[in-house]
Nanobody
Framework: QVRLVESGGGLVQTGGSLRLSCTTSGRTFSRDSMGWFRQAPGKERDFVAVISRTGTSTYYADSVKGRFSISRDNAKNTLYLQMNSLKPEDTAVYYC??????????????????WGQGTQVTVSS
């Protein structure tokens, strides 16, 4: 059974930082492209960032470029999202997801097969 479990969310002030983690099991982690998405209250789930299977390539949404950094540790089956200079508009539930195909840096929800349960990030002004 494939499981993705996010952690690291919480409440932080504007300008602060958080690091999210996503621990996976049930698959060979290094075979999958991994992404982060987020969903704010009353809004659709949006793409945040994606990383290639080896970790050598990444792609970010314009709204987080330069502030967020996605990384992975294939030996630990863990995906990370370092979030700096946080803004109130970053408030959302953050989800990690796995794409088991060979797509290159997928950025659409429909391209992902497995999802975590989400972790809440709240940025206070």
């Amino acid at each position: 059974q494939v499981r993705l479990v996010e952690s690291g969310g919480g409440l932080v002030q504007t300008g602060g930082s958080l690091r999210l983690s996503c621990t996976t099991s049930g698959r060979t982690f290094s075979r999958d492209s991994m992404g982060w998405f987020r969903q704010a209250p009353g809004k659709e789930r949006d793409f945040v960032a994606v990383i290639s299977r080896t970790g050598t390539s990444t792609y970010y949404a314009d709204s987080v470029k330069g502030r967020f950094s996605i990384s992975r540790d294939n030996a630990k089956n863990t995906l990370y999202l370092q979030m700096n200079s946080l803004k109130p508009e970053d408030t959302a539930v953050y989800y990690c997801a796995a794409d088991t195909s060979s797509r290159w840096l997928p950025a659409r929800q429909v391209e992902y097969n497995y999802w975590g349960q989400g972790t809440q990030v709240t940025v206070s002004s």
